[in-house]
């Protein structure tokens, strides 16, 4: 069964510094690899997404993701914060072989310092 | 754009009552899904269902039911609430290809008192 690591609860970093998420995964073949972004008191808004091809995807908002088979990591990247990018951030992991269920990872709550 | 709309942002009820969450889709999307959202345990799948009239348990379902008797709709029952089933609840819509992101709403902050 696949599963999603996610080893930081919680990252500050200052306004226009560089940003690097964790995401570990486990899965026995290649999967499907989604960045989602929660702000306060909303549901959750995809901001990427890695089906094959390319291993360096490119998301909305500035965000960026490399995927890396060896080893099974998802990293989420920016390389300069806002204030506004200060949210919860999910990595989530989809077979290929389900009906579209994904597992999330428990999340990393970023704080921006001004 | 894709549009879940979730029928709660807040929901206060009582102990032993039955509670209805409801979600509709705009989108055509085959695939719904329930989930509850609580701190450091990120999204857990409740139920999820590919077809009308279709389910499927997710990894926690047990005090929870869901009903889909139209496309668009999926609704999630709490047969007789308690206080542990205080949570966010979020539902989510997806095609059916498995290689499609799932859009979420707002969410529902639900008290069980």
């Known amino acids: 069964a696949q599963s999603v690591t996610q080893p930081d609860i919680h990252i500050t970093v200052s306004e226009g510094a560089s940003l690097e998420l964790r995401c570990n995964y486990s899965?026995?073949?290649?999967?499907?690899l989604f960045w989602y972004v929660q702000s306060p008191g909303q549901g959750l808004q995809l901001l990427l997404k890695y089906f094959s091809g390319d291993t360096l995807v490119q998301g909305i908002k500035g965000f960026e993701a490399e995927f890396k088979r060896s080893q099974s990591s998802f990293n989420l990247r920016k390389p300069s914060v806002h204030w506004s990018d200060a949210a919860e951030y999910f990595c989530?992991?989809?077979?290929?072989?389900?009906?579209?269920?994904?597992?999330f990872g428990s999340g990393t709550r970023l704080s921006i310092r001004p | 754009d894709v549009k879940v709309t979730q029928s709660s942002r807040y929901l206060v009820k009582r102990t032993g009552e039955k509670v209805f969450l409801e979600c509709v889709q705009d989108m055509d999307h085959e695939n719904m899904f329930w989930y509850r959202q609580d701190p450091g345990l990120g999204l857990r799948l409740i139920y999820f269902s590919y077809d009308v009239k279709m389910k499927e348990k997710g990894d926690i379902p047990e005090g929870y039911s869901v009903s889909r008797e139209k496309k668009e709709r999926f609704s999630l029952i709490l047969e007789s609430a308690s206080t542990n089933q205080t949570s966010m609840y979020l539902c989510a819509s997806s095609q059916r290809q498995p290689n499609q992101p799932q859009h979420f709403g707002d969410g529902t902050r639900l008290s069980i008192l």
């Open positions: 899965y026995g073949a290649t999967p499907y």
């Open positions: 989530a992991v989809g077979a290929r072989s389900s009906a579209s269920k994904i597992i």
